[in-house]
Every structure is written in C-alpha cells, then in structure tokens.
C-alpha cells in the first residue's frame, strides 16, 4: 500500500503500449544565470529564446519534456558539474559556446512517467486526465516534488497529464492513499501545431 506521500516528479519509465524505453534523452542549452531551480523529473519547455526553462504550470502546462541531469562549469572551482539539478542563478560565465550550461531532457512525445498523486487514484481514473501539482524539489536529493493532482480527474481536454496505467511497483495499488501512476503528456510541444 502506497501510505506515504513522497512525491518525486516524473520518472520515465516507457513508451506507449508498453514499448521499451531506452532512456534516451536530448541536451539543450539553459540561459546561464537562469533564475529558477530544475530538479530532475521536472518539467521544462522550449522557450522562444531556443533554451530551455521549467515549466510552472498546474491545469496547463507547454511541455517539451522532463529533466533527467544537467551540465555546467562549477563558477566557485572551474571544472564540469554534472548533475540532478539546476541551482537557481547559477552563473557560469559562459552564454555563448560549447561550455555553456545544458540540460538532459526525455523530450520523446510517447514517454510515459511515473508520478505519484497527491491523493487517491482509483481504477475508474484510468483514461482520464488530470493537473499537476507543482512544489519547490528538494537540492539534497537533486529532485523534484511536483506530483498528480488528485483533485480533478476527468475528460477536460486542456488538462496536461493522461493516467495510462498503474506503476507496476511493489506495495502500490489503485485506490492507495498516494497511488503511483502512469501518465504522458497530452499537449507536448513537438506534436502539437502551433510553432514555439
């Protein structure tokens, strides 16, 4: 049973029909000295700047993908920083060049990710769509906080997140007090027809 809430974000875990998830992801460039922390199973966009920025939104969200480990100079050191999350205004003093800071982002628009609710999720859910409730991640950890509202599931279309399945994880059942699901994006930036 799924008792504690925990909630961590967006893990890719697939792809649609059960399909074999690589793990793959792409590197995009963030503004060096961006003002917003990204965590790893965070949210993010492409801004019309061609860089990446999370994305904050609840009942809609922009999604190019999810964050997964991000690359910088150290400023205080000088050497290459790999990591689960972006400080916020971390300024490296390269904006321009290949040393600029890049994030690692699961951009595939038929990812699927396990979230967990902030609430109970019952079988019926299953099919419907639902909010994001997003919360400052944790830098201990490098990861996010954001989770699936529990609050709102139903056919609204502009709703960002579709519950596909269960997370096949031991101790997690529909209709526990936090359950672990499946969901992908119902609006990502490289399927829909609108241009960035």
Do not use: C
């Not at 792409?26 to 492409?46: P, Q, S």
């Not at 999350?85 to 290949?98: E, K, L, N, Q, V």
């Not at 990812?111 to 109970?120: E, L, R």
């Not at 639902?130 to 509202?149: E, P």
């Amino acid at each position: 049973m799924t008792a504690t809430a925990y909630p961590f974000g967006m893990v890719p875990v697939q792809q649609l029909a059960a399909g074999y998830s690589t793990g793959g992801f792409e590197t995009f460039n963030i503004l060096d000295g961006y003002t917003t922390a990204i965590y790893f199973g965070d949210v993010v966009k492409m801004a019309s700047t061609g860089v990446i920025e999370k994305d904050t939104g609840t009942t809609t969200l922009t999604p190019y993908g999810v964050a997964v480990g991000f690359s910088y100079i150290d400023p205080a050191y000088g050497f290459w920083n790999n990591q689960q999350y972006w400080p916020a205004s971390t300024t490296t003093g390269y904006s321009t060049g290949p040393f600029r800071p890049s994030v690692k982002v699961v951009d595939d628009p038929n990812a699927v990710f396990m979230i967990q609710a902030d609430g109970s999720i019952p079988q019926t859910a299953l099919g419907a769509n639902g909010d994001i409730v997003q919360t400052a991640g944790t830098s201990v950890f490098g990861k996010s906080r954001n989770a699936l509202s529990s609050v709102a599931l139903d056919t609204t279309s502009t709703r960002p997140l579709r519950v596909v399945g269960l997370a096949d994880i031991p101790g997690n059942a529909w209709g526990d007090a936090y359950t672990i699901v499946l969901v992908k994006f119902n609006n990502h930036q490289l399927t829909t027809l609108t241009g960035i």
